[in-house]
């Protein structure tokens, strides 16, 4: 059964940064796409970052978190990472990994991981 297993998260202040892991019991270069989500109180389950694998091209999603928030992948050790640098209290959330695919330039999910949370204190 496919699973993909996030790590990395805590609690951390403003400011600080994290790295989220994503590791995958199969070769994630086989994989179209995978992405990072996440999900606060409260509110719907948004795209912050995703990885087209075949290329290795990353795009991160929405104003807030560009210029904060990288992904990137490792097949040789079938993970993705997400960095996330100046951390603020508006990033406390659940983030979860997923596998997916680019359909006509949209990131769609196939498949997530159980979630790693993220807590940043002011």
Same mark, same amino acid.
């Given at each position: 059964q496919e @699973?993909l297993?996030?790590s ?5 202040q403003?400011?600080e940064?994290? +790295?989220?892991s ?6 994630i +270069?086989?994989f ?5 989500y +996440?999900?606060?109180?409260g509110?719907? +389950? ?9 290329s290795?091209?990353t ?14 992948g490792d097949g ?6 997400? @960095?996330m640098?100046?951390?603020?209290p ?22 997530w991981? @159980?979630?790693? @949370? ?5």
């Open positions: @699973q297993v996030e990395g998260g805590g609690t951390v403003a400011g940064s994290l +790295r989220l994503c590791a995958a019991n199969r070769n +270069r086989s179209n796409a995978m992405g990072w +996440r999900q606060a109180p509110k719907e +389950r948004e795209l912050v970052a995703a990885i087209h694998m075949p290795g091209r795009n991160t999603y929405g104003d807030s978190v560009k210029g904060r928030f990288t992904m990137s040789a050790k079938n993970t993705v990472y997400l @960095q640098n100046s951390l603020k508006d990033d406390t959330a659940i983030y979860y990994c997923s596998r997916g695919r680019y359909i006509s330039g949209k990131y769609v999910s196939d498949r991981g @159980q979630g790693t @949370q993220v807590t940043v204190s002011s």
